[in-house]
């Protein structure tokens, strides 16, 4: 099979065709609305199922380990402030296309992944307020209308963003107040925080709660896919990215911490939509059912931030890597007013809603699939794997296309980093084997889209042409 040789640009030879106007304020939004509504909202009751009152824990070591690996994107985002992220990264210090298109499809793939389970968790809590429609057509409008969002243009889903991460924060300070109250009461039993209730050795039911508390500590790299629209990125993102991970991280535990105390951990194990459990338990002084109410719109707009976000990052990840002459050229065109990349949103959309449907299917033939935690642990499969090859990355590219202004990462944290990956990845796949035949059945679509862009010979459109381009309109504060 004759692979397309991938053509490397660099800073210097190569024009801006994506205005800088991202600040690192709303930088530091987009990290934090991002981390925030992937998971907290969504994952949490699994969390605590698989480990008991302690499962703070697993988001404290989680966020231990993603904040290391975010260390390795941001020295790696000074070196290049580009769109495509982890693929172009590893692109640099591989100069492998087979291997760059391999990266590329596992993070499209876990983005598409995400982007499914969030729209079920939003469904779940759509469900809690509106009884009607029926929840698949929720998810399917839910994605497509999102969709649109990012197609009218960057500004609006940034801005959106910045937005809603005030909402969800709200949110969680709802839970944590309520965590407060219930304390002062003296109604509360610390000693449920220790408690491991599952079966086994605590230890591997940390690793559990880890592997899928880690679904809520993604969401940080899809930074880097807007960093050719950063202003100063050198400066903005190590701080946006590392200030931004310890500020979710911090908020998780209070929260988790907050849930344990308020609610017996089987009631939120067993619950759709755990969080709202802390509110019904009506600790506040406000009607339980207006306070559900409120609080189940406030997740949906926190879901909507993470979704919202997620859906930008496929579409630039296709279009940064169509300039690279990686995926088809199809993938880098761009409305020619809008000035967003219609293909790969189109193409995004369709698969998502693919993935919603099979799951769907499946439970209606009576194969019992979580969709939420089923995508969520495909999420992280993909994700493990590519955060430890950027770790690995940013080790090989040291002393390549350094400047004065490159962050550079402890190594000894960076080593440190990959071995936490990689212990939660091996754990996942021996976990869930059955997820393995969804992670099979979207490389085998980044095959169908190998052979497009190698087998017919096609050439990926040039940066420097501004027709193939998605200019941002944002303004900076």
């Given at each position: 099979m004759a692979a397309t040789q991938a053509r490397v640009s660099t800073d210097s030879d190569v024009p801006e065709d994506l205005k800088r106007s991202i600040t690192g304020r709303l930088l530091f939004f987009y990290v934090l609305g991002d981390v925030l509504g992937s998971g907290i909202y969504v994952l949490i009751g699994?969390?605590?199922?698989?480990?008991?009152?302690?499962?703070?824990?697993?988001?404290?070591?989680?966020?231990?380990?993603?904040?290391?690996?975010?260390?390795?994107?941001?020295?790696?985002?000074?070196?290049?402030?580009?769109?495509?992220?982890?693929?172009?990264?590893?692109?640099?210090?591989?100069?492998?296309?087979?291997?760059?298109?391999?990266?590329?499809?596992?993070?499209?793939?876990?983005?598409?992944?995400?982007?499914?389970?969030?729209?079920?968790?939003?469904?779940?809590?759509?469900g809690q307020v509106w009884a009607l429609p029926p929840a698949l057509l929720v998810t399917i409008a839910f994605i497509l209308l999102l969709s649109v969002v990012n197609y009218i243009g960057i500004t609006e889903s940034v801005v959106a963003n910045m937005v809603m991460t005030f909402v969800e924060v709200a949110g969680l300070l709802i839970v944590m107040v309520i965590g407060v109250i219930h304390v002062a009461r003296g109604d509360a039993d610390f000693a449920v925080l220790t408690e491991f209730t599952?079966?086994?050795?605590?230890?591997?039911?940390?690793?559990?709660?880890?592997?899928?508390?880690?679904?809520?500590?993604?969401?940080?790299?899809?930074?880097?896919?807007?960093?050719?629209e950063t202003i100063n990125p050198s400066k903005a993102f190590p701080r946006a990215l590392i200030g931004g991970m310890l500020a979710a991280g911090v908020i998780y535990v209070l929260v988790a911490a907050a849930a344990a105390l308020v609610v017996p951990t089987d009631v939120l194990g067993e619950s759709p939509a755990a969080l709202l459990e802390v509110v019904r338990a009506g600790v506040l002084p406000i009607d339980v059912d207006v306070m559900v109410t409120l609080f189940a719109v406030i997740a949906m707009v926190a879901i909507t931030n993470t979704t919202l976000v997620v859906v930008v990052t496929q579409s630039r990840i296709l279009y940064g890597m169509a300039r690279e002459d990686v995926v088809p050229p199809a993938f880098g065109r761009v409305h020619p007013s809008r000035r967003s990349p219609y293909v790969a949103l189109t193409f995004a959309a369709i698969v998502v809603c693919s993935l919603l449907l099979i799951g769907a299917a499946l439970n209606g033939v009576g194969v019992d699939v979580d969709v939420v935690a089923r995508l969520a642990t495909v999420t992280v499969v993909f994700i493990l794997f590519i955060y430890a090859l950027v770790i690995v990355a940013a080790l090989r590219l040291r002393g390549q296309d350094d400047t004065e202004d490159t962050f550079r990462a402890s190594t000894p944290l960076l080593y440190l980093g990959l071995l936490g990956n990689l212990i939660v990845f091996v754990y996942v796949i021996w976990d869930d084997p059955a997820s393995l035949l969804w992670v099979v059945g979207l490389l085998a679509l980044g095959g169908v889209l190998y052979a497009v862009q190698n087998l017919g010979g096609t050439k990926g459109p040039k940066a420097g042409a501004t027709e193939t381009s998605p200019t941002s309109t944002i303004e900076g504060a």
């Amino acid at each position: 099979m004759a692979a397309t040789q991938a053509r490397v640009s660099t800073d210097s030879d190569v024009p801006e065709d994506l205005k800088r106007s991202i600040t690192g304020r709303l930088l530091f939004f987009y990290v934090l609305g991002d981390v925030l509504g992937s998971g907290i909202y969504v994952l949490i009751g699994l969390v605590a199922a698989a480990i008991g009152g302690a499962f703070w824990i697993a988001f404290a070591v989680g966020v231990t380990i993603a904040t290391i690996t975010g260390l390795a994107y941001a020295e790696l985002v000074t070196k290049y402030p580009k769109a495509a992220g982890a693929a172009l990264y590893v692109h640099k210090a591989f100069r492998n296309n087979a291997l760059t298109f391999f990266v590329t499809v596992c993070m499209l793939s876990a983005v598409f992944a995400a982007a499914g389970s969030l729209a079920t968790g939003f469904s779940r809590y759509f469900g809690q307020v509106w009884a009607l429609p029926p929840a698949l057509l929720v998810t399917i409008a839910f994605i497509l209308l999102l969709s649109v969002v990012n197609y009218i243009g960057i500004t609006e889903s940034v801005v959106a963003n910045m937005v809603m991460t005030f909402v969800e924060v709200a949110g969680l300070l709802i839970v944590m107040v309520i965590g407060v109250i219930h304390v002062a009461r003296g109604d509360a039993d610390f000693a449920v925080l220790t408690e491991f209730t599952a079966e086994g050795s605590p230890v591997i039911a940390v690793i559990a709660g880890v592997a899928l508390a880690f679904f809520a500590m993604t969401g940080f790299e899809n930074a880097a896919n807007v960093a050719e629209e950063t202003i100063n990125p050198s400066k903005a993102f190590p701080r946006a990215l590392i200030g931004g991970m310890l500020a979710a991280g911090v908020i998780y535990v209070l929260v988790a911490a907050a849930a344990a105390l308020v609610v017996p951990t089987d009631v939120l194990g067993e619950s759709p939509a755990a969080l709202l459990e802390v509110v019904r338990a009506g600790v506040l002084p406000i009607d339980v059912d207006v306070m559900v109410t409120l609080f189940a719109v406030i997740a949906m707009v926190a879901i909507t931030n993470t979704t919202l976000v997620v859906v930008v990052t496929q579409s630039r990840i296709l279009y940064g890597m169509a300039r690279e002459d990686v995926v088809p050229p199809a993938f880098g065109r761009v409305h020619p007013s809008r000035r967003s990349p219609y293909v790969a949103l189109t193409f995004a959309a369709i698969v998502v809603c693919s993935l919603l449907l099979i799951g769907a299917a499946l439970n209606g033939v009576g194969v019992d699939v979580d969709v939420v935690a089923r995508l969520a642990t495909v999420t992280v499969v993909f994700i493990l794997f590519i955060y430890a090859l950027v770790i690995v990355a940013a080790l090989r590219l040291r002393g390549q296309d350094d400047t004065e202004d490159t962050f550079r990462a402890s190594t000894p944290l960076l080593y440190l980093g990959l071995l936490g990956n990689l212990i939660v990845f091996v754990y996942v796949i021996w976990d869930d084997p059955a997820s393995l035949l969804w992670v099979v059945g979207l490389l085998a679509l980044g095959g169908v889209l190998y052979a497009v862009q190698n087998l017919g010979g096609t050439k990926g459109p040039k940066a420097g042409a501004t027709e193939t381009s998605p200019t941002s309109t944002i303004e900076g504060a």
